[in-house]
T-cell receptor, first 114, second 115 residues
């Protein structure tokens, strides 16, 4: 079975500070990895995804993530956050060769303070 | 260019009533997934459907819950005899099942409150 662990349930930061949201996964088969963002009372929007190739993946809104197979991690980073980045962020995986069924972490609430 | 459409966005039911949640996938998508989000939890997979077929229902509770995706019309998630523990946000996602894309497109969710 696969699982995703998001190590921090809440991350408060000040505006223009850098941020890293941590994600570790467990799987016996190869996976695809995703980060989704959810604004209050809305659905999930894809930030970025790792399917194959370069381990550094760039997404929307200035976010990037690095796939580290040896550490089974896929941490999300942004060098300078804005108030508008306040949201909940979910790390997820699906298995290569399987369906698009996603296994999600519990989420990290990012709060950007002025 | 409509995305995944879910309705109703908010639904209030009393214990014992039935809840029906509808999901219209993105144009060209024939695969639908349903997820449930409880407070302080991530999204939990419930069921994966293609038109007229249930492909994977490993996340569906054994009783009271059912899902369908008919040849015509939206996918429906049905909860019979709702209980307070069914209060949650229910999200639908769709995909083209294009090999290797691995991406789901989500609706804005239906928020069920059971009184």
């Amino acid at each position: 079975a696969q699982s995703v662990t998001q190590l921090d349930s809440q991350v408060p930061v000040f505006e223009e500070a850098p941020v890293e949201l941590r994600c570790n996964y467990s799987s016996s088969v190869s996976v695809y990895l995703f980060w989704y963002v959810q604004y209050p009372n809305q659905g999930l929007q894809l930030l970025l995804k790792y399917l194959s190739g370069s381990t550094l993946v760039k997404g929307i809104n200035g976010f990037e993530a690095e796939f580290n197979k040896s550490q089974t991690s896929f941490h999300l980073r942004k060098p300078s956050v804005h108030i508008s980045d306040t949201a909940e962020y979910f790390c997820a995986l699906s298995t290569q060769g399987g369906s698009e069924k996603l296994v999600f972490g519990k989420g990290t609430k990012l709060t950007v303070n002025p | 260019n409509a995305g995944v459409m879910q309705n109703p966005r908010h639904l209030v039911r009393r214990r014992g009533q039935e809840a029906r949640l509808r999901c219209s996938p993105m144009k060209g998508h024939s695969h639908v997934y349903w997820y449930r989000q409880l407070p302080e939890e991530g999204l939990k997979f419930m069921v994966y459907l293609q038109k007229e077929n249930i492909i994977d229902e490993s996340g569906m509770p054994k009783e009271r819950f059912s899902a369908e995706f008919p040849k015509e019309g939206p996918s429906i998630l049905r909860i019979q005899q709702v209980v307070r523990g069914d209060s949650a946000a229910y999200f639908c996602a769709s995909s083209t099942r294009r090999q290797g894309s691995g991406e789901l497109f989500f609706g804005e969710g239906s928020r069920l409150t059971v009184l």
